[in-house]
């Protein structure tokens, strides 16, 4: 869960990755946001345009057309290898989705079915339009399809997010079958290839092999520009209880978030069964090696029926003496109860500066 980019800085993350980026018309004032919320975004949707021309379908994705307006994605990914920026808000593109694949996308887990479409994707999800008839003749040239795999992973890295972030039109919505059709050099376009050149280019700073064509392939990893952020992604699906009036330190797989920073913005989401009306409160701090340690603000979240899914948020500067840990408590509705709950996952994503 993440507040939407502004427009300058999805514009920087784009142009960071490697992506030659065009502004079309106002496309930073160009939504739908009138309809409805646009955000918190979650992650990404890969789409193709079923039409032909650069010009006329930038032109479609920008305007849309009678049944439903536009902009119709926020960027328009060319035959060219440039990247076309047509919205900025609410884009009619994802349309109603599943809520189990929303989930999924959430936690950063395997994808379930798409089978149902009763969950607005319009506001969760930011959108590329990839130029292509989508008949399963037309090509996508690697330029085209690298782009698109850099657009994904520039919003990913600036988010935290992984590349179990990204998805295709056909795996959010059910009858839908883009992304589709030949991919020079890789046969036919799959989501799970597509989703592995995300994953590869996060392994590396978003300044290595800018004039690449290949992003499954990198020659070196380039010394890293201090004012580029790197990405946090740390999860786990352990279970763990948490005893009640007790603070609980949460480390995935025994690590500590995050060591050796000067600057970072995270979020750690916990998902657990709690009883309603019962309290669950987070905080991030700063261990030190002497046992001292600086203690975050303090965030409240309230049990509801089903699972909670909480989230806590935290921005601040550490020396590189000091480790970044998160700790929950949880305290039942009934001050008398002494059961435990159980932690079923939680990760941590965000942005930090060495």
Request: charged share 20%.
């Amino acid at each position: 869960m993440a507040t939407p980019l502004t427009a300058d800085r999805l514009l920087a993350a784009l142009k960071a990755e490697g992506c030659r980026v065009e502004e079309y018309r106002s496309w930073r004032t160009h939504n739908r946001d009138h309809k409805g919320a646009w955000g918190p975004v979650h992650g990404v949707v890969i789409h193709h345009t079923v039409s032909s021309g650069e010009e006329n379908s930038v032109a479609l994705c920008y305007n849309g057309h009678a049944s439903l307006p536009g902009p119709l994605c926020h960027t328009v990914g060319g035959k060219s290898g440039k990247l076309y920026m047509v919205g900025h808000g609410r884009a009619n593109h994802a349309g109603s989705g599943d809520d189990d694949v929303l989930r999924a996308v959430i936690n950063e887990t395997t994808l379930p079915a798409d089978n149902e479409a009763n969950t607005d994707g319009n506001a969760r999800f930011y959108g590329i339009e990839i130029v292509n008839l989508g008949n399963g003749k037309d090509t996508y040239p690697a330029v085209q399809y690298d782009a698109a795999v850099r657009w994904a992973a520039a919003i990913c890295r600036a988010h935290g997010w992984g590349a179990a972030s990204v998805i295709g039109h056909k795996e959010w919505q059910p009858g839908k079958i883009d992304p589709h059709g030949p991919v020079e050099g890789r046969g036919d376009f799959s989501m799970d290839r597509f989703r592995a050149d995300v994953a590869e280019r996060l392994k590396h700073s978003a300044s290595w092999s800018a004039g690449s064509k290949n992003p499954a392939a990198p020659a070196t990893d380039p010394v890293q520009e201090d004012d580029v952020p790197h990405a946090i992604g740390r999860y786990t699906s352990t279970d763990r209880p948490l005893v009640p009036r007790k603070w609980t330190t949460l480390s995935i797989d025994g690590v500590d978030l995050l060591a050796g920073a000067t600057h970072y913005q995270a979020m750690a989401h916990v998902q657990a069964v709690l009883p309603p009306g019962s309290t669950l409160q987070g905080r991030f701090y700063h261990y030190r090696d002497d046992g001292s340690r600086w203690t975050g603000p303090l965030c409240e979240r309230i049990g509801t029926d089903g699972s909670t899914f909480a989230d806590f948020h935290n921005s601040g500067s550490v020396v590189p003496s000091e480790k970044v840990r998160f700790e929950v408590i949880y305290y039942p509705a009934d001050s008398n109860d002494q059961k435990s709950v159980t932690i079923s996952a939680a990760y941590c994503r965000g942005l930090y500066w060495k």
